[in-house]
């Protein structure tokens, strides 16, 4: 059976790549034949040796800024689906994504499902008032009749062709959109979660995207040191993050069990403003 994982790395965000393809590469679907398409603007020579680097097909992607860098996605992939349908399964991984226990084939799509594969977003996690798109202007607006699940946007996957099918149906809609001066509240994410709403995806429990809970103290050490006082202010949100002692969503691992892929604290590596210029 043939694996593609795909993952977007402009910018900053290359210096995730070798974790990601390493934790892929020994917990990820093993026995099963890999291939990593990574769409990106760095050289894989400058990201050093690591395993499963001969796997990487780079993809060069120019940055486009925030928030075209996610949201425009869809047409990434759609531009490249003869190579990508070279798979049975694709799965997409944000690039700060690690696997960390084992991952088996019980993430694939029965027959009689649609094809995709979602993930429970885990700050949704036995909660409400999901936020999805709510401006009925926007191709991606899902009424409240509609609205019974919320899912992750950083790991979803599927059938390849029914994978790269909904692709081509949400980038025309996102062209739509865009071509009415309209961005979805979530982007990609909002597009996503209106693909399946009233469909029947495999969903995933949070555990397959469960956020990493760093060390308060190195998290500031690390957003003081990277950012530019001007951006300082915009970090109010990520400090009150680290200054929280329990882990906030310990809860889903009490529910759940052991976490299979963890989403990493980009506030380790300098946050959101600074990984995104």
Not at 218 to 224: A, E, P, Q, R, V
Request: glycine share 8%.
């Amino acid at each position: 059976m043939r694996i593609g994982i795909l993952t977007i790395a402009t910018g900053k965000y290359s210096i995730y790549i070798p974790e990601l393809v390493e934790s892929c590469e020994s917990l990820f679907l093993c026995g099963h034949e890999k291939k990593y398409f990574v769409y990106t603007d760095s050289d894989i020579k400058d990201l050093g040796e690591f395993t499963g680097s001969e796997k990487v097909n780079i993809i060069h992607q120019e940055k486009l800024g925030w928030p075209y860098d996610s949201m425009m996605r869809f047409h990434m992939f759609d531009a490249f689906k003869e190579i990508i349908s070279e798979t049975d399964y694709v799965f997409f991984m944000n690039a700060n994504m690690k696997v960390v226990s084992s991952v088996d084939e019980s993430i694939l799509p029965k027959e009689n499902m649609c094809g995709i594969v979602s993930t429970e977003h885990p700050g949704y996690y036995k909660k409400y008032g999901f936020p999805y798109e709510t401006d009925s202007r926007s191709e991606f607006y899902v009424s409240a009749q509609e609205r019974r699940s919320y899912f992750q946007g950083c790991f979803n996957g599927g059938r390849t062709q029914e994978f790269l099918k909904m692709c081509e149906v949400l980038k025309n809609k996102m062209d739509r959109d865009l071509s009415n001066n309209i961005i979805p509240i979530w982007h990609d994410e909002s597009a996503f979660n209106w693909y399946l709403a009233g469909g029947d995806p495999l969903i995933l429990p949070p555990t397959y995207a469960y956020p990493e809970h760093c060390d308060g103290n190195s998290i500031k050490k690390s957003l003081l040191e990277n950012n530019d006082e001007s951006d300082l202010p915009l970090l109010g949100s990520d400090f009150l993050e680290a200054d929280q002692g329990e882990d906030p969503f310990v809860h889903i691992l009490n529910d759940l069990g052991e976490s299979k892929i963890i989403q990493r604290n980009k506030n380790m590596n300098g946050g959101k403003i600074y990984l995104r210029k």
